[in-house]
T-cell receptor, first 120, second 111 residues
Framework: GAVVSQHPSWVICKSGTSVKIECRSLDFQATTMFWYRQFPKQSLMLMATSNEGSKATYEQGVEKDKFLINHASLTLSTLTVTSAHPEDSSFYIC????????????????FGAGSRLTVL | QKEVEQDPGPLSVPEGAIVSLNCTYSNSAFQYFMWYRQYSRKGPELLMYTYSSGNKEDGRFTAQVDKSSKYISLFIRDSQPSDSATYLCAMRSNAGNMLTFGGGTRLMVKP
């Protein structure tokens, strides 16, 4: 089936620094990728929709200057948490859908393994 | 009221039991229904995917969709300790590109 790779899986950083998380679709092309945030024992909260070659669409309440999204190619989207603070500590998960259905069903959303960010 | 409601649990069952997980929803436009399993500190993985109403079976897992009642279920037969995880229902409409998730149900299968 379709595979989405996320890197790093775990990162610790100091307050005020920026952290970049990569999301790659390994065996399919994804014009759209989604970034979620998940707090402990809670469900996924959609942060933004990443569109290849254009600006990301952010959900209400998500600061676009804080969470920079770049979708430079059909297989890579990046999320950069700028000037991170302890309240940004969370589990960030990306997902993508293989629209051709060549690898998995055309309407199946495949998730990455997630990236756990801890800001000290 | 949330668009998708799911009992958070935790649901604790003995090994071998039949597990029933459920979600209700309010948006009649939803056509695609999925169940994801998420182990602790991991991303969700797709278990079952159903379009519109009906049943779908895959091994020990059966997904049911009742659009008239806006109710979906996931049944797990002969549950195993390795089934212990959080189960998330998700759904979307034909036109929409985004999934709407339930809050997840935490399942614990005890040996």
């Amino acid at each position: 089936g379709a595979v989405v790779s996320q890197h790093p899986s775990w990162v610790i950083c100091k307050s005020g620094t920026s952290v970049k998380i990569e999301c790659r679709s390994l065996d399919f092309q994804a014009t759209t990728m989604f970034w979620y945030r998940q707090f402990p024992k809670q469900s996924l909260m959609l942060m933004a929709t990443s569109n290849e070659g254009s600006k990301a669409t952010y959900e209400q309440g998500v600061e676009k200057d804080k969470f920079l999204i770049n979708h430079a190619s059909l297989t890579l989207s990046t999320l950069t948490v700028t000037s991170a603070h302890p309240e940004d500590s969370s589990f960030y998960i990306c997902s993508a859908r293989d629209l051709t259905g060549a690898v998995s069903g055309a309407n199946v959303l495949t998730f990455g393994a997630g990236s756990r960010l801890t800001v000290l | 009221q949330k668009e998708v409601e799911q009992d958070p649990g935790p649901l604790s069952v003995p090994e071998g039991a039949i597990v029933s997980l459920n979600c209700t929803y309010s948006n009649s436009a939803f056509q695609y229904f999925m169940w994801y399993r998420q182990y602790s500190r991991k991303g969700p993985e797709l278990l079952m995917y159903t379009y519109s109403s009906g049943n779908k079976e895959d091994g020990r897992f059966t997904a049911q969709v009742d659009k008239s009642s806006k109710y979906i279920s996931l049944f797990i037969r002969d549950s195993q300790p390795s089934d212990s995880a959080t189960y998330l229902c998700a759904m979307r409409s034909n036109a929409g590109n985004m999934l709407t998730f339930g809050g997840g149900t935490r399942l614990m299968v005890k040996p």
